[in-house]
């Protein structure tokens, strides 16, 4: 028989063998194309207000809301009674014929929603305390133009609405006025409380006055009560605020302090105006010194006074047993901030909050320079018995938080300053638009810190991909409050982070993605936007469709399994030339190919197929050249993408 004809029958019967494999791992495939790829995802167009560019349009507005508060700190009967005068300007182009607030203090009243929600050991609640919670409101007052308005109220848990006789109309404000009084909850949702340490108690006072519910153009009025899991949704305006508390005590707050000649003790003062001009930590108050009376003024009490401008909240710390630290932060163009860590002797050890102004410093530093440009006076770290919790200007950490761990916590809570800070995003409902682009830009913070002295290791997708997998794991574009409680860890932080990841190393690129990230960061500087803003921003910024991407891993749960179907070299004249190695999609999620290849010389080849191939197919042939025999092949080899099913990522000859 003809050796030519044998020889190019089995080429014959190699390749019909290898279509019968390839095709009966296509029709195991749960693979879509049409579904992943269709091109209707954005269902509504770009308009004046909210440009299909993903940024503000040109008709963009939104609300505004300036405080003047007044308040007292009480260290006996722990509690906060104020006073606070809300001046509220309607941009948008709508009548107002009633007003809506935040009263979120309500949530620790006995037989408030979210105490009904709360299941007992949740980090979200009072934790069982027995508090008299919730706001005592009286006094309540509403003016225009100096003159009295006519209005009714009611309160509705976490809510309080003003019913104006007459509506607000558009470009005009209002004036809202109330005193109010609650008692401080020893742990408040893990975002505020007191802390007794051993030279005395501390406070982290947050969410301390009633605020503006946010009117937009996308929901009119967001009211969504406060139910501990869902964080806020907040206007902008410029907050005053002055806090009358112990003279023993050492308060910071958010914003620029305005009087500290009358709070600090002459030595303090030299030291606080020596740390704006250092870049080495300076103390204001040691530890040593935090025991001696002569380091406070001689006094019974002392007020506090703080401004912050255009910006969503404030909240402040006081304690008289703070160590107080401080030193000068550089930002690009040439401005200066300062970096404060308070924190009570037992934290302060340079294993811990010691280090604590480094660790703002650089953290604020790094951001800056990446992202946007920090833009409030000071940034303040407290030690406290919150684990973790952000705020303008200042945050909570918790005490007991060691090396990595401080580093850490400090640098999350700081990176919040971006998101939602500075990006104000509704956390009430999308969680994940700051706690999952934080914990994205946190990977970056700490590859750059102290020569990568925290650099967390390599994520491993393929090793996180069976638990996100998991259907109770529910997916990400769920509020807060709506999700399980164990899956809020995954789904806010980490999930979104590695898909941000992907998009930067996998997908994009870092010059693209950082550009399109960067231009979302600035057009929405200290605006309000929503996920598809986001989505379009960075389609647009990118130049890419990324529709499939936003579907599979931020709208649902899909899953991604690539698997090598099969290896079959190419021989001409009885000569290798090359293999044809053949990937199939097996789950809904397409990603990008990473192929590894080695021969029997021991040469390493890389091969990178982008996602494009999954558009109309379900099972890709790659055709490698080589006069060598190869003797592996191997799927995503850095585990960078989430397998869920790495057995049949390799092949061996």
Not at 1 to 9: A, E, G, L, R
Not at 136 to 148: M, T, Y
Not at 528 to 537: G, N
């Amino acid at each position: 028989m003809n050796h030519q004809f044998i020889q190019k029958t089995l080429l014959f019967v190699v390749f019909f063998a290898f279509s019968i494999n390839s095709q009966a791992q296509v029709a195991d495939s749960k693979y879509d194309p049409h579904l992943a790829f269709s091109p209707l995802f954005y269902t509504q167009n770009g308009n004046e207000f909210r440009s299909a560019s993903g940024y503000p349009g040109a008709k963009y507005w939104q609300n505004r809301a300036d405080y003047n508060i007044s308040a007292v700190l009480d260290d006996q009967k722990n509690t906060v009674t104020g006073t606070v005068t809300i001046t509220y300007k309607n941009n948008s182009p709508d009548q107002l014929p009633y007003i809506w607030l935040q009263l979120d203090q309500n949530l620790f009243e006995e037989h408030s929603r979210g105490n009904g929600l709360i299941k007992a050991g949740s980090r979200y609640g009072a934790r069982g305390e027995k508090v008299n919670g919730g706001y005592k409101i009286a006094d309540l007052a509403v003016s225009q133009k100096a003159q009295g308005v006519k209005f009714s109220s009611i309160v509705e848990d976490t809510r309080m609405q003003i019913r104006l006789d007459k509506p607000l109309a558009p470009n005009e404000q209002l004036t809202i006025k109330m005193n109010y009084s609650f008692v401080i909850p020893i742990n408040g949702s893990d975002r505020m409380g007191h802390l007794v340490t051993q030279n005395g108690e501390i406070y982290s006072i947050a969410q301390w006055f009633p605020r503006l519910c946010v009117y937009d153009d996308v929901l009119g009025w967001n009211t969504l009560p406060y139910w501990g899991a869902g964080e806020f949704y907040c206007e902008y305006g410029d907050v005053n605020f002055s806090v009358t508390a112990p003279a023993s005590h050492i308060l910071m707050g958010s914003g620029e302090l305005l009087n500290p000649e009358e709070v600090f003790t002459p030595e303090q003062l030299k030291r606080w105006n020596a740390a704006k001009l250092s870049d080495k930590t300076i103390s204001i108050r040691t530890a040593d010194e935090v025991t001696d009376a002569k380091s406070r003024p001689a006094k019974d009490k002392l007020t506090w006074k703080y401004r912050m401008s255009n910006t969503r909240d404030v909240a402040f710390a006081s304690s008289k047993a703070f160590v107080l630290d401080a030193a000068r932060i550089n930002l690009p163009s040439g401005k200066k901030s300062l970096a404060v860590s308070a924190q009570p002797v037992e934290s302060n050890g340079q294993d811990g909050y010691g280090r604590g102004v480094e660790y703002v410093k650089a953290s604020i530093e790094h951001y800056s320079n990446k992202w946007f440009e920090y833009p409030y006076p000071m940034a303040v770290n407290v030690a406290s018995n919150i684990s973790g919790m952000e705020y303008p200007g200042i945050v909570f950490c918790g005490w007991k938080a060691k090396n990595a761990q401080a580093w850490g916590v400090i640098d999350h809570e700081f990176g919040h300053s971006w998101f939602p800070m500075i990006v104000g995003s509704n956390e009430r409902k999308y969680g994940w638009m700051d706690e999952g682009f934080n914990t994205f830009i946190n990977g970056l913070a700490s590859e750059a810190f102290n020569n990568g002295e925290y650099k967390k290791p390599h994520d491993n997708m393929q090793a996180a991909a069976k638990y996100m997998a998991k259907p109770e794991r529910e997916f990400i574009l769920l509020s807060p409050d709506a999700m399980m409680e164990a899956n809020i860890g995954v789904n806010l932080y980490s999930k979104p982070a590695w898909g941000l990841q992907i998009l930067r190393n996998e997908v994009l690129g870092a010059d693209r993605f950082d550009y399109a990230f960067k231009n979302y960061i600035k057009h929405w500087a200290f605006k309000h936007p929503t996920p598809f803003d986001f989505f379009r921003s960075m389609e647009n910024g990118a130049g890419e469709d990324l529709s499939w991407f936003w579907k599979g891993w931020f709208l649902e749960n899909w899953k991604t399994d690539q698997a090598i179907t099969s290896v079959t070299p190419v021989k001409n004249g009885g000569q290798l030339e090359s293999y044809n190695i053949v990937i199939t999609n097996l789950e809904q999620m397409p990603m990008p190919i990473i192929l590894q290849v080695k021969d029997k010389n021991g040469k390493v080849d890389t091969i990178k197929i982008p996602v494009d191939v999954w558009m109309r197919n379900k099972s890709w042939t790659i055709n490698y050249p080589t006069t060598v025999e190869l003797l592996s092949a191997e799927l995503d080899p850095e585990k960078v993408f989430p397998d869920v099913d790495v057995t049949n990522n390799t092949w061996f000859k």
